[in-house]
């Protein structure tokens, strides 16, 4: 006979799938994984936008990491560069970079209005899709979207559509965000909801423990060491994905008032950036 009471749950996988359905629901309601960090048009030049293209393209998740933190020591931010970057660093710093892509891109050919309304139809539909009939329809125009199909994330509607009844089920729950405002609240919500279906539990549960976990050091995910390396006090942190994002953010939220000047610096110092060899083999253990 098993064991009564709430089964556990681990909440490094929980995070890791809640981070994956972000970025496919972003992905449908937006057109890129995830927010962008420049609300506001750039100043660059078409030439310009070219030319970072190519360079961010080329750059490996490690030298973006590197280039980061020596932009931001430049701006007076304390980053000890001495440290190699974690899995999860890397991560965060691979999706940043494809971000900032996919945004430069948008700059040099920005979609059509008709593209842009029919992926937000699509999420519009998805919110609202009360039957497993109307909820298949939905999921099939979603996983037929070409950016979709390109970024390799058509398993997400199809997971989706394996779990119906706890998509479903989720919507009628007194917690779901039904405010008109509420639309950031929503992608989050089920993006949580579908990684506690992924990792073996009900929906809500995986709602309720990522809406609860804490991020300081009394956090499951609180690091205090690198592998046979302890972290000093001042550099521990919590290693899931929405605090990576914020660290890594860093140099963006001190160039928020110039973006292109930022960037521009940004783009310099990588050009310059040499990362240990060693380094090389942490994305490999990923």
């Not at 948008?106 to 842009?116: G, Y």
């Not at 919507?171 to 949580?192: C, I, Q, T, W």
């Not at 000093?232 to 942190?237: Q, V």
Request: with cysteine.
């Amino acid at each position: 006979m098993g064991k009564r009471g709430p089964k556990p749950v681990d909440l490094g996988k929980l995070s890791l799938w809640e981070f994956e359905f972000y970025k496919a629901f972003h992905l449908l309601r937006e057109g890129f994984p995830l927010p962008s960090k420049y609300a506001s048009p750039i100043g660059l030049t078409k030439a310009e936008v070219s030319g970072f293209l190519v360079q961010l393209k080329a750059m490996s998740p490690q030298r973006y990491w590197l280039a980061a933190g020596k932009t931001a020591v430049e701006l007076g931010e304390r980053t000890n560069l001495q440290r190699p970057p974690t899995p999860t660093d890397l991560m965060c710093a691979e999706q940043q970079r494809d971000g900032e892509i996919r945004w430069l891109q948008h700059e040099l050919r920005p979609p059509s209005i008709e593209a842009r309304a029919v992926r937000r139809k699509i999420w519009v539909d998805l919110i609202r899709s009360n039957t497993y009939a109307t909820l298949h329809k939905v999921c099939g125009r979603w996983a037929r979207l070409p950016d979709v199909r390109r970024a390799g994330m058509t398993c997400f509607p199809k997971h989706v559509l394996e779990n119906a009844p706890q998509f479903l089920f989720m919507k009628k729950n007194e917690r779901f965000p039904r405010s008109d405002y509420g639309d950031d609240s929503r992608l989050e919500y089920f993006a949580r909801g579908m990684a506690g279906v992924l990792c073996g539990v009900k929906a809500m549960t995986g709602i309720e423990r990522l809406r609860n976990m804490k991020h300081d050091l009394n956090g499951a995910l609180w690091m205090t060491r690198q592998g046979d390396y302890v972290l000093p006090e001042r550099e521990r942190y919590c290693g899931c994905w929405r605090c990576s994002i914020r660290r890594t953010n860093a140099v963006s939220e001190l160039t928020h008032v110039s973006f292109e000047s930022g960037l521009r610096r940004f783009m310099k110092l990588a050009a310059a950036v040499k990362t240990p060899r060693e380094w090389s083999r942490i994305r490999k253990e990923f």
